[in-house]
């Protein structure tokens, strides 16, 4: 199973930036894709942003476009979210997932469906507060 290990979370004051890192290991295929998923205290989880080592495609939520990134790094086996322009509504936890095979090559803008997912990570907590 995959071991995902995320980190960099905070307390950050808004508008200014974070970058998140999730740190995988145990890949049974080399066909793989990471997502990042965020959860707000009383909220549904949502997927904000993922990409694809298959095929390089990326999906971002809506309402993150333009200020989320998200980076891998093949050597390091880690993905990245960069995050700037922090809002209050951006406090979460936030963590990664992971899905190997065929959902792993989703096609741009369109991001794996959760019953995909088959490894977590544990979350780090954001918090954006004046």
């Known amino acids: 199973q995959v071991q995902l290990v995320e980190s960099g979370g905070g307390l950050v004051q808004p508008g200014e930036s974070l970058r998140l890192s999730c740190a995988a290991s145990g890949f049974t295929s080399e066909h793989w894709a990471i997502c990042w998923f965020r959860q707000a205290p009383g909220k549904k989880r949502e997927g904000v942003s993922c990409?694809?080592?298959?095929?390089?495609?990326?999906y971002y939520l809506n309402t993150v476009k333009g200020r989320f990134t998200i980076s891998k790094d093949n050597a390091k086996s880690t993905v990245y979210l960069q995050i700037d322009n922090l809002k209050p509504e951006d406090t979460a936890v936030y963590s990664c997932?992971?899905?190997?095979?065929?959902?792993?090559?989703?096609?741009?803008?369109?991001?794996?469906?959760?019953?995909?997912?088959?490894?977590w990570g544990q979350g780090t907590q954001v918090t954006v507060s004046s």
């Open positions: 990409i694809s080592g298959s095929n390089g495609n990326t």
């Open positions: 997932a992971a899905v190997e095979g065929a959902p792993s090559f989703f096609p741009a803008g369109i991001r794996p469906a959760d019953s995909a997912f088959t490894s």
